[in-house]
């Protein structure tokens, strides 16, 4: 158990960019499933903002104890305790109508790409919105000198960590019946992807 909270400083920088473009599209949101919650910061500062939401965070069993500290001290109504979620395993029975994940795809295997979104699909209802922030690179090239050298330092620290193509993504996201609804630019050459859900006609 953590004796201290624990801190990301690039949680504090990117959540006020993060926030303002939820709020165009998770508005009417009831019940979101945020993946890979990491330290719980973004949970902390999104929730308030759409409190007739119930904001689900879940991470691998290890994290929990650090995001339980922010939860606690935040004592939000509509945040839940957080569920252990590793997006290779078995994923909640529960459904929701938006998920949420940052800074996650390229820290995990190609292979954990395919099953986030293969869990997405069990998860995220029809007319549901799937927002992913974080950096991606487009027709095979890196969109800045410093997602490069970022992209160098995450497969220095494991051979299957790598900024993911956005056309790939996308592909894995239109397989689940998602389709693009915008492409936000964000502050330090990040992204955030937003998709919805068709619902079957």
Partial sequence: ??????????????????????????????RVLEIGSG??????????AFPEATWQTSDVEENLPGIRMWLDE???????????LDVTGTWPRDRFDAVFSANSLHIMPWSAVEQFFAGVAHVLEPGGVLAVYGPFNYN?????????????WLKQRSALSAIRDFEAVDRLARGIGCQLVKDHTMPANNRLLVWRR???S
């Fill in 140 to 152: 095979g090239a890196y969109t800045s000198e410093s997602n490069r050298e970022f992209d160098g």
């Fill in 39 to 48: 330290t719980g910061q973004h949970a902390v500062f999104f929730a308030p």
């Fill in 74 to 84: 935040a004592a939000l109504p509509n945040l839940p305790p957080p569920i252990t």
């Fill in 198 to 200: 068709q619902v079957p």
């Fill in 1 to 30: 158990m953590p004796t201290h909270k624990p801190f990301a400083p690039a949680c504090e920088r990117n959540q006020d960019p993060i926030l303002e473009v939820l709020r165009q599209h998770f508005h009417d949101r009831r």
